[in-house]
Protein backbone atom coordinates (compact mmCIF):
# COMPACT_ATOMS: atom_id res chain seq x y z
CA UNK A 1 0.00 0.00 0.00
CA UNK A 2 1.51 3.25 -0.69
CA UNK A 3 2.50 5.64 2.11
CA UNK A 4 0.08 8.50 0.83
CA UNK A 5 -2.65 5.75 1.27
CA UNK A 6 -1.85 4.39 4.06
CA UNK A 7 -1.57 7.98 5.89
CA UNK A 8 -5.07 9.15 4.41
CA UNK A 9 -6.52 6.11 6.49
CA UNK A 10 -4.77 6.89 9.53
CA UNK A 11 -6.07 10.29 9.37
CA UNK A 12 -9.86 9.12 8.12
CA UNK A 13 -12.50 10.45 10.69
CA UNK A 14 -14.92 7.63 8.94
CA UNK A 15 -14.84 4.15 9.72
CA UNK A 16 -12.17 1.60 7.64
CA UNK A 17 -13.66 -1.43 6.24
CA UNK A 18 -10.47 -4.33 5.85
CA UNK A 19 -11.81 -6.21 2.59
CA UNK A 20 -9.58 -9.34 2.74
CA UNK A 21 -10.46 -11.79 -0.44
CA UNK A 22 -7.78 -12.77 -3.08
CA UNK A 23 -10.56 -13.09 -5.78
CA UNK A 24 -9.75 -9.63 -7.87
CA UNK A 25 -13.17 -9.06 -9.22
CA UNK A 26 -14.94 -9.95 -5.83
CA UNK A 27 -12.48 -7.61 -4.03
CA UNK A 28 -13.21 -5.12 -6.78
CA UNK A 29 -16.96 -5.19 -6.05
CA UNK A 30 -16.87 -5.22 -2.61
CA UNK A 31 -14.59 -1.83 -2.73
CA UNK A 32 -16.88 -0.51 -5.09
CA UNK A 33 -20.11 -0.90 -3.17
CA UNK A 34 -18.42 0.12 0.17
CA UNK A 35 -17.58 3.57 -1.96
CA UNK A 36 -20.08 3.69 -3.32
CA UNK A 37 -23.05 2.83 -1.10
CA UNK A 38 -20.91 3.24 2.44
CA UNK A 39 -19.73 6.36 3.91
CA UNK A 40 -17.10 4.09 4.88
CA UNK A 41 -13.58 3.75 3.61
CA UNK A 42 -12.33 0.11 2.12
CA UNK A 43 -8.84 -0.87 1.95
CA UNK A 44 -8.69 -4.59 0.24
CA UNK A 45 -6.03 -7.12 0.86
CA UNK A 46 -5.21 -10.52 -1.07
CA UNK A 47 -4.58 -12.72 2.07
CA UNK A 48 -4.40 -13.01 5.74
CA UNK A 49 -0.51 -12.09 5.78
CA UNK A 50 -1.02 -9.35 4.28
CA UNK A 51 -3.97 -8.43 6.37
CA UNK A 52 -1.69 -8.67 9.71
CA UNK A 53 0.63 -6.62 8.14
CA UNK A 54 -1.67 -3.79 7.13
CA UNK A 55 -2.44 -4.10 10.61
CA UNK A 56 0.26 -2.88 11.99
CA UNK A 57 -0.50 0.35 10.59
CA UNK A 58 -3.97 0.47 10.42
CA UNK A 59 -6.89 -0.63 13.00
CA UNK A 60 -9.98 -1.27 10.93
CA UNK A 61 -13.21 -1.09 12.44
CA UNK A 62 -14.39 -4.19 10.97
CA UNK A 63 -12.93 -7.08 9.23
CA UNK A 64 -14.81 -8.74 5.95
CA UNK A 65 -12.99 -11.63 5.33
CA UNK A 66 -13.33 -14.44 2.56
CA UNK A 67 -13.30 -18.21 4.14
CA UNK A 68 -10.72 -19.53 1.46
CA UNK A 69 -7.50 -17.63 1.18
CA UNK A 70 -4.02 -18.41 0.14
CA UNK A 71 -1.75 -19.65 3.61
CA UNK A 72 -4.77 -19.66 5.50
CA UNK A 73 -8.56 -19.43 5.75
CA UNK A 74 -10.39 -16.85 7.23
CA UNK A 75 -11.29 -18.37 10.33
CA UNK A 76 -7.42 -18.95 10.75
CA UNK A 77 -6.65 -15.33 10.60
CA UNK A 78 -9.40 -14.44 12.50
CA UNK A 79 -8.21 -16.61 15.12
CA UNK A 80 -4.77 -14.65 15.09
CA UNK A 81 -5.94 -11.88 15.33
CA UNK A 82 -8.50 -12.56 18.63
CA UNK A 83 -4.61 -13.59 20.29
CA UNK A 84 -3.65 -9.97 19.46
CA UNK A 85 -3.90 -7.01 21.59
CA UNK A 86 -6.06 -4.18 20.35
CA UNK A 87 -8.03 -6.65 17.99
CA UNK A 88 -10.00 -9.29 20.41
CA UNK A 89 -13.19 -7.44 20.03
CA UNK A 90 -13.01 -6.66 16.39
CA UNK A 91 -16.07 -6.96 14.49
CA UNK A 92 -15.58 -9.40 11.68
CA UNK A 93 -17.66 -11.23 8.77
CA UNK A 94 -16.77 -13.80 6.91
CA UNK A 95 -17.91 -15.16 3.96
CA UNK A 96 -18.12 -18.46 2.36
CA UNK A 97 -19.99 -20.29 -0.40
CA UNK A 98 -20.32 -23.23 1.89
CA UNK A 99 -21.44 -21.51 4.61
CA UNK A 100 -23.55 -24.31 6.15
CA UNK A 101 -20.13 -25.70 6.84
CA UNK A 102 -18.52 -23.10 8.83
CA UNK A 103 -21.84 -22.64 10.84
CA UNK A 104 -20.26 -24.43 14.30
CA UNK A 105 -17.29 -22.23 13.24
CA UNK A 106 -19.13 -19.42 12.96
CA UNK A 107 -21.24 -19.52 16.12
CA UNK A 108 -17.96 -20.87 18.47
CA UNK A 109 -16.65 -17.64 17.82
CA UNK A 110 -19.66 -15.33 17.37
CA UNK A 111 -18.83 -14.24 13.86
CA UNK A 112 -21.45 -13.03 11.57
CA UNK A 113 -21.29 -15.40 7.87
CA UNK A 114 -22.46 -13.93 4.19
CA UNK A 115 -23.01 -16.19 1.47
CA UNK A 116 -21.40 -16.07 -1.65
CA UNK A 117 -22.33 -15.12 -4.41
CA UNK A 118 -22.91 -11.75 -2.34
CA UNK A 119 -25.93 -10.10 -2.76
CA UNK A 120 -25.19 -6.56 -2.62
CA UNK A 121 -28.46 -5.22 -0.02
CA UNK A 122 -27.96 -8.32 2.60
CA UNK A 123 -24.20 -6.98 2.61
CA UNK A 124 -24.90 -3.63 3.00
CA UNK A 125 -27.55 -4.05 5.26
CA UNK A 126 -25.13 -6.68 7.52
CA UNK A 127 -22.26 -3.64 7.89
CA UNK A 128 -24.39 -1.94 9.11
CA UNK A 129 -25.94 -3.90 11.52
CA UNK A 130 -22.69 -4.91 12.48
CA UNK A 131 -21.56 -0.91 13.20
CA UNK A 132 -24.78 -0.68 14.56
CA UNK A 133 -24.17 -3.17 17.38
CA UNK A 134 -20.55 -2.32 18.03
CA UNK A 135 -22.27 1.87 18.48
CA UNK A 136 -24.55 0.07 21.32
CA UNK A 137 -21.91 -1.34 23.64
CA UNK A 138 -18.71 -0.54 24.78
CA UNK A 139 -15.68 -2.20 23.74
CA UNK A 140 -15.42 -5.16 26.22
CA UNK A 141 -13.82 -8.67 26.23
CA UNK A 142 -16.21 -11.36 25.00
CA UNK A 143 -19.14 -9.26 23.18
CA UNK A 144 -20.48 -10.85 20.69
CA UNK A 145 -23.14 -9.94 17.85
CA UNK A 146 -24.30 -12.87 15.65
CA UNK A 147 -26.68 -12.15 13.10
CA UNK A 148 -26.81 -15.66 11.78
CA UNK A 149 -26.93 -14.89 8.12
Known sequence: MPHDQEAAFRAAPVKTILVVEDDAAIAEFLSLAIAQETP??????????EAL???QH????????DYRLPHMNGIELYDLL????GYEVLPTIIFSASLEK???ALKGRHLVGLRKPLELTDLLQTIEQVFAARAEVPD???RTTNYGH
Open 40 to 49: YHSLVVADGF
Open 53 to 55: RVM
Open 58 to 65: IKPHLLLI
Open 82 to 85: QKTP
Open 102 to 104: LED
Open 140 to 142: EPG
